[in-house]
Structures are given as structure tokens and as C-alpha cells.
């Protein structure tokens, strides 16, 4: 256990017994416990394996290269429909943690076996988003605009893309994309400050 971890263990008020259990069911899997994100997170070498997480209505494991485990129970869930390679492990309670401890330590198990074996999730390339037409018609707009949004990592280009694309009406789209323009030529990704 790494002490530099415990506060957030100590912090949780709803999950106390979950993440508890939780922790000390990967910690047995050989793991490094780290502090990565604001979150436990668990290495293999250095690599991320699992994290451990919580949310109003559940506690999860999230396996880095989910996508790329067998999943035999079919028990992993992708987040969202953007999420490309992270799978969770959900939990409500302390029984369905210690009902499922064996097959929780297998997928472990087989997520250090990726690792080992240097299996890589094939991400979608930037080059393959479909950006918004308001995006795109001021990317066609100013060159200098294009530039700086291809310079930007593949993480923060797709970040942008999935906010600019998320409202329904053009109208929220293109004010999204004119918020954004000054940051975007400044090299920042969505988040940044």
C-alpha cells in the first residue's frame, strides 16, 4: 500500500467498504498502487493496469486495455460511446465485490498478460474525426487556425471534436467554436488553463 493513496480511501464517505475491499483484492494481484490522476491507479512495470474509481451510483475498476480482454462473463462496460480502450468493472456493494473476487482476479490477471505481451489498442487516428461543419469551415477559413489545431496532441484535437460536436443545434456548435478559437491558436487543449 502506498501511504501517498490512503487519503483518498480515507475521503470516501459512501464506498468506504468497497473501495477497501476493492484495494486490497488488486493489491494481492501484484500490483504497484500509484497516485496518478487524483486516483489509485494500479501498475505492472510501469504500465497502467487498473484504477480504481467511484461514482454517485457505483464503485469500478477500470482496465486500461479493456477492450482488448477477453471478457467471458461479459461484465465490462464502456463508459461512454467515446471511450476507446478503458473498460469498468462496476460495484454497488461489498457482496457483489466478494461474489465476483475470482473472476475480478482474472481479468487482473489477463490485463498484466496484455501488458506483458505488449498488446496495443488500435485508437481511431485524429486524421479519421469527422469534425462539425462549423469547425471545419473555420479551420478552412484561417490557415493559421488549421495549423495550430494540427499541432495539438491527438488527445486535446479529439477533445475539441467531441465538444464541438456534442450540441444538437448549429447555433450552440458554432458558439462552442468561437469560445474556443483563442485557446485553440494559443496551443491549449480544452481544459487547459
Not at 510501469?46 to 461479459?74: P, R
Not at 471511450?83 to 468493472?89: I, K, N, S, T, Y
Not at 461474489?99 to 487516428?125: C, H, P, Q, S, T
Amino acid at each position: 500500500m502506498n501511504p501517498k493513496v490512503d487519503f483518498y480511501f480515507k475521503k470516501a464517505k459512501n464506498w468506504f467498504e468497497e473501495l477497501e475491499l476493492l484495494r486490497n483484492l488488486v493489491l494481492d494481484c501484484g500490483l504497484e498502487e500509484e497516485l496518478k490522476w487524483g486516483v489509485p491507479c494500479y501498475t505492472f512495470q510501469k504500465s497502467n493496469i487498473v484504477l480504481i474509481h467511484v461514482f454517485k451510483e457505483y464503485c469500478a475498476v477500470l482496465f486500461f486495455k479493456g477492450v482488448l480482454l477477453n471478457d467471458e462473463h461479459n461484465i465490462l462496460i464502456q463508459q461512454t460511446e467515446n471511450v476507446q480502450a478503458a473498460r469498468q468493472m462496476r460495484f454497488t456493494s461489498v457482496k457483489e465485490i466478494a461474489d465476483r473476487e475470482d473472476i475480478l482476479k482474472a481479468y487482473i490477471f489477463e490485463a498484466i498478460e496484455v501488458e506483458k505481451a505488449g498488446l496495443k489498442v488500435e485508437l481511431k487516428k485524429t486524421s479519421e474525426l469527422v469534425f462539425p461543419e462549423e469547425f471545419q469551415a473555420k479551420l478552412n477559413e484561417f490557415p493559421a487556425l488549421k495549423k495550430a489545431f494540427d499541432a495539438l496532441t491527438p488527445g486535446r484535437q479529439r477533445a475539441y471534436n467531441l465538444y464541438f460536436s456534442a450540441p444538437k443545434q448549429s447555433k450552440t456548435r458554432e458558439a462552442r467554436v468561437e469560445k474556443y478559437l483563442e485557446q485553440i491558436l494559443d496551443g491549449k487543449g480544452l481544459n487547459d488553463v
